[in-house]
């Protein structure tokens, strides 16, 4: 209570000596002027005005005062306000796209914070999200006025690019958009790691390794926050599964965690210093992760030197003083019960005032930043065109060519094709829900071949055309929340009749079919008809390829697809594969430029293909067990089912497992063809002994005809008598310039003592073993061309960290010991064989 008193005192000190002052003064004119009374009240009125003036003089205004004077100042009630959002439209009540009250400020935005205009707190903006601004392109029904954004590739396409530089270049222009429709912060880059393919949201993140997603992000944020911008890194942290998203709790080791969980976001706050952070909705190892003091606070602010705020996911968390505690600053889009349990509990000394005032110190000093608090004139005139000729650029970077059979790409001699499939005519340019983005056009598989100078079948145009149009009218789009809660499912293939797919084989050149897969947030993906494709898709294919296959004519397919699916069972019916992702609003002129070889593809996989989905490692603890009966109903009368997962999985995840217990995917990670052959050569290592760092430099050359791109891996190998080590472990990467037949670059990379370290958890500590180490230079993780070794003599203590998120319970962790590892898969295989 004290120590209200004293702030009190400090904050009202100005105002008393003023109005001391001012009191003064009164009392002398007021003698002088009595005898003359009609001057009394002009006098007075002019003596209040100049009062106020000098009381508001004197009230801490933000950037003429100290973060720290500015907190001061503020009420209790003022700081509750400020560090819970303005809140949110009620669904039904918006016609827009956007959750948060904002209209006044940008339409369709996720939220804003509270202004206290009094201390000069402007209020500021922020909006989703990861693949692109999400707003409202009309509003208030006038449609002389647009407000269109562009859509870029999706982020696993992004990292399929294993280019920092081309993903840096979009988030310049993504900020620049964000900038200029008066947004604040952006909420993404997203880049939790993809643990299961079934992830519903795996497109909004970039891989299922931790050093590509942390890269990725920080490039993507670097380039985004250049424009004056702030950006939120999300969803933080473990939040890998859409099921039961807002009440699993993830289990998993400290080691897990470290070395795979956290390490991208690790990467991304060292490299980019994200203005915020967003915490996730899933519990940690029992904790929320919005009231996890172990994650906000030593993790992130005392191991990692973190800065920005945390604000948490929409709704996330149960209990806003136990958010407040743990370092989460901001709740979002907030509401009126968490500002009043705030109040109350440093009413009741349960909340520390200190604390408080620490959450509000951390939102302010970003507000200062923002173009909000400098009145930022935006002109909502971005220049689409040129973003959307970056979007374009950024997609073609990373389409990855998974088959070219006798080089039956690019395309030679074709004139006439046959386009089969919905999303040939209809591109899926980015996933659902809030990575969803509000763009003016997308330009399909069919105008992009058109485009490119390619006869397209009409017919064929007309009858999928057709189709769609009838699906769509029957199953009309629903408004945001609906769609957001219960989407309308894609349009699913339908029965195409034989002679129709004879009569194409013999007026076209080549068949491409397109195969696409959308999935979002609120929902996992499934793996019939989803990972594994429908029997009516099976079927286009088998006819497909059996009709042009008798007439000597190639078959491409196209995947339109944002996450991971099967290939192995239908692969061999395609002469080539081309993997376009999920790209952006330019999509089909961009798989046009690499069908018809203007652009050479050079982008390779971020993520395992994995042969069948009982091969993926997590398969069996995935999305793991829910308690119906523990079910809760939560904010919007959504029904919260208590959820657990275990990650037995341990740092096995992707090829880190594949590798290790030597399980084939269809298409390794890392893995991506070009229409050019690359030789690589003459790897020389600094040294044969390690010393503060080490140098690998090699040479790559273009033998092909082509003119194209290579992507070099350097893998490690890493010394295992302690503990387990994966076989491989990618520690740097980079892709050479466009390089010309015959050319030749080299390139150059570094490893340091920490890229060689591992998370010993009896320790808390990152520890580089003494030992072999071999430098693996891949065209993937499984192309091994080049290797060298070099011998650590000591072991190196790289970090001590603080002891967080221990898990409470013994986990059944996978370890490559030969034991484990046979009684592990034979647990796989049983769980399948037993149907379950
Ligand atoms: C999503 C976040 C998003 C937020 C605001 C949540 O449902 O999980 O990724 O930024 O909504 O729209």
Not at 516 to 531: H, L, T
Request: aromatic share 10%; hydrophobic share 40%.
């Amino acid at each position: 209570m004290s120590q209200h008193i004293l702030l009190l005192s400090i904050c009202l000190k100005p105002v008393v000596l003023t109005i001391n002052f001012a009191a003064q003064i009164l009392h002398i004119i007021s003698k002088s002027c009595m005898k003359k009374s009609f001057f009394f009240f002009p006098i007075l009125f002019i003596l209040l005005l100049f009062t106020t003036k000098l009381i508001a003089q004197n009230i801490p205004q933000l950037g003429k005062n100290s973060v720290k004077e500015v907190v001061a100042a503020m009420t209790l009630e003022e700081k509750a306000r400020f560090v819970v959002g303005n809140g949110m439209k009620l669904p039904g009540t918006s016609s827009g796209t956007g959750i948060g009250v904002t209209d006044d400020k940008v339409a369709g935005a996720s939220g804003t914070t509270f202004a206290i205009p009094r201390l000069g707190i402007p209020s500021i903006v922020v909006a989703d999200g990861p693949a692109g601004l999400r707003i409202d392109s009309i509003r208030n029904n006038d449609h002389s006025k647009t407000y269109y954004a562009t859509a870029w590739p999706v982020a696993t396409l992004l990292a399929s690019t294993w280019d920092t530089s081309i993903v840096k270049k979009v988030g310049v222009a993504f900020g620049n958009e964000i900038h200029n429709y008066g947004v604040d912060i952006i909420l993404g880059p997203a880049l939790n790691i993809h643990r299961n393919p079934l992830g519903g949201r795996n497109f909004e993140y970039y891989s299922e390794d931790p050093l590509i997603a942390g890269d990725m992000a920080a490039a993507i944020a670097n380039g985004i926050q250049s424009n004056g911008v702030g950006t939120s890194i999300k969803h933080y942290a473990a939040n890998n599964q859409e099921t039961n998203r807002n009440s699993v709790n993830t289990i998993v080791s400290e080691r897990a965690l470290r070395e795979i969980y956290l390490k991208g976001f690790e990467i991304a706050v060292k490299k980019s210093h994200p203005w915020t952070v967003m915490s996730s909705y899933n519990l940690i190892n029992d904790t929320m992760a919005s009231e996890s003091y172990g994650l906000l606070t030593d993790v992130l602010r005392k191991d990692w030197g973190f800065k920005g705020f945390v604000m948490t996911d929409w709704f996330g968390g149960h209990n806003a003083v136990a958010q407040m505690q743990a370092g989460n600053n901001l709740l979002m889009p907030g509401t009126k019960t968490q500002t009043q349990a705030i109040i109350d509990a440093v009413n009741h000394d349960s909340l520390g005032v200190k604390i408080l005032d620490e959450n509000c110190e951390s939102i302010l000093n970003i507000v200062l930043q923002s173009p909000s608090f400098k009145q930022y004139k935006f002109n909502d005139k971005p220049d689409l065109k040129a973003h959307a000729a970056i979007s374009k650029e950024a997609a073609e970077e990373g389409m990855v060519l998974l088959k070219n059979d006798k080089n039956t790409l690019p395309f030679t001699s074709v004139k006439n094709i046959a386009l089969f499939g919905i999303n040939g005519y209809d591109l899926i340019a980015g996933g659902t829900g809030s990575g969803d983005v509000n763009k003016a056009y997308k330009v399909s598989l069919y105008e992009g071949l058109k485009n490119s100078g390619y006869s397209v079948d009409a017919d064929l145009k007309n009858t999928y055309a057709n189709y769609i149009a009838d699906y769509n009218t029957k199953h009309p789009k629903k408004n945001f929340f609906q769609e957001f809660m219960n989407p309308t499912p894609p349009a699913p293939e339908f029965e195409m009749d034989n002679s129709v797919i004879t009569s194409k084989a013999s007026a076209a050149d080549v068949a491409v079919i397109a195969i696409g897969r959308n999935a979002g947030e609120g929902q996992d993906r499934k793996i019939e008809n989803d990972f594994n494709l429908s029997a009516t898709e099976e079927a286009l294919l088998q006819n497909v390829a059996n009709a042009f296959h008798a007439q000597n004519k190639k078959v491409i397919v196209v995947l339109n697809i944002g996450g991971v699916i099967e290939t192995v069972s239908w692969r061999d019916k395609a002469d080539g594969i081309l993997l376009a992702w999920q790209p952006g609003l330019e999509g089909g002129n961009a798989i046009a430029d690499i069908l018809s070889g203007k652009v050479n593809p050079s982008g390779k996989l971020a993520t395992t293909f994995p042969a069948k989905y009982e091969d993926v490692p997590s398969a069996k603890n995935f999305p793991g067990k829910e308690f119906p009966e523990k079910a809760i109903t939560a904010n919007l009368g959504m029904k919260l089912i208590p959820g657990e997962v275990t990650y037995e999985e341990g740092i096995y995840v992707g090829y880190r497992y594949y590798n290790t217990f030597n399980v084939k995917p269809a298409y390794e990670f890392g893995y991506g063809l070009s229409y050019s052959n690359f030789t690589f050569g003459n790897l020389k290592l600094s040294s044969s002994t390690f010393n503060k760092n080490i140098t690998a430099t090699l040479t790559i050359t273009n033998q092909g005809k082509y003119a194209g791109k290579e992507v070099v891996e350097i893998y490690i190998t890493a010394p295992s008598n302690n503990i387990d080590k994966p076989a491989e472990e990618l520690k740097a990467f980079a892709k050479t310039k466009l390089l010309k037949p015959g050319k030749t670059q080299t390139l150059k990379f570094t490893l340091t003592a920490a890229d060689l370290a591992s998370f010993y958890t009896d320790k808390e500590a990152w520890i580089a073993d003494a030992g072999k180490y071999t430098v693996k230079v891949g065209s993937s993780s499984t192309d091994i061309r080049l290797k060298a070794s070099f011998n650590l003599p000591g072991e190196i203590a790289v970090e001590k960290v603080n002891k967080a998120l221990t898990p409470h319970v013994d986990i059944n962790e996978l370890k490559s010991l030969p034991a484990k590892e046979t009684s592990y898969i034979n647990e796989l295989n049983n769980f399948y064989t037993a149907g379950q």
